[in-house]
């Protein structure tokens, strides 16, 4: 099944059961990430991207410059296990991910979730490639991807969805990226990025393949 398919079944199942005002506080949070310039912030394709070391769900260094000695990269970014819609992309990636290797690329996906998650989530999943804890945002933020919650929305996931989104992380605030996914070719160079403030929305990992042949 392509991701779009698992993504349009979950759309169709939380749009039942969100309550109407909750929906209405998200959509308003996404809108305003599209106006208020947040989307401008992102990394362009033709930018170098920012290196960075982040610890795997073994508390190994993994390098972006050591990873793209050996082909393009994919930095996959994603808001943690909690969410279906950043499940779902990682098990679609996961699922192409010897097929990306086949072809020469390296894929990593970084996640603001604690260590104790990102070991659950990669265990859970087998995951085959790695999963990176980005404490803090950090490497979101250099990357032009992380917002900060408002009251408002911050209510609708303490109160609706039981989620308390600093402790998850075990961060110093409530902050999380805008989902994104980028190629990087062998010199850091970013040559494609995607990003989209509706979390509900990813490409498909497919697109991947089709960005790498032209470079």
């Given at each position: 099944?392509?991701?779009?398919?698992?993504?349009?079944?979950?759309r169709d199942k939380f749009v039942k059961i969100i309550p109407d005002?909750?929906?209405?506080?998200?959509?308003?949070?996404?809108?305003?990430?599209?106006?208020?310039?947040?989307?401008?912030?992102?990394?362009?394709?033709?930018?170098?991207?920012?290196?960075?070391?982040?610890?795997?769900?073994?508390?190994?260094?993994?390098?972006?410059?050591?990873?793209?000695?050996?082909?393009?990269?994919?930095?996959?970014?994603?808001?943690?296990?909690?969410?279906?819609?950043?499940?779902?992309?990682?098990?679609?990636?996961?699922?192409?991910?010897?097929?990306?290797?086949?072809?020469?690329?390296?894929?990593?996906?970084?996640?603001?979730?604690?260590?104790?998650?990102?070991?659950?989530?990669?265990?859970?999943?087998?995951?085959?490639?790695?999963?990176?804890?980005?404490k803090d945002n950090e490497i979101g933020k250099a990357f032009g991807?992380?917002?900060?919650?408002?009251?408002?929305?911050?209510?609708?996931?303490?109160?609706?969805?039981?989620?308390?989104?600093?402790?998850?992380?075990?961060?110093?605030?409530?902050?999380?990226?805008?989902?994104?996914?980028?190629?990087?070719?062998?010199?850091?160079?970013?040559?494609?990025?995607?990003?989209?403030?509706?979390?509900?929305?990813?490409?498909?990992?497919?697109?991947?393949?089709?960005?790498?042949?032209?470079?």
């Amino acid at each position: 099944m392509q991701l779009e398919q698992t993504l349009a079944a979950l759309r169709d199942k939380f749009v039942k059961i969100i309550p109407d005002g909750a929906s209405a506080i998200m959509e308003s949070h996404i809108e305003s990430l599209r106006k208020n310039g947040a989307v401008d912030q992102i990394l362009k394709p033709g930018t170098k991207a920012p290196a960075f070391m982040l610890k795997n769900r073994r508390g190994e260094d993994i390098s972006s410059v050591d990873l793209i000695k050996h082909g393009p990269l994919v930095v996959s970014f994603t808001r943690g296990s909690w969410c279906p819609f950043c499940a779902a992309e990682v098990r679609a990636l996961n699922e192409v991910y010897e097929q990306f290797r086949q072809a020469g690329i390296e894929l990593v996906v970084l996640s603001p979730q604690s260590p104790d998650s990102t070991q659950k989530q990669a265990t859970a999943e087998k995951l085959k490639f790695n999963l990176l804890v980005d404490k803090d945002n950090e490497i979101g933020k250099a990357f032009g991807l992380v917002y900060t919650f408002p009251e408002d929305l911050k209510n609708v996931y303490r109160n609706v969805f039981k989620l308390d989104i600093q402790a998850l992380n075990d961060a110093s605030g409530w902050q999380l990226p805008i989902p994104a996914r980028f190629v990087i070719d062998g010199s850091g160079v970013i040559r494609d990025a995607k990003a989209d403030p509706d979390y509900r929305y990813r490409p498909e990992p497919s697109e991947v393949f089709d960005i790498t042949k032209k470079l």
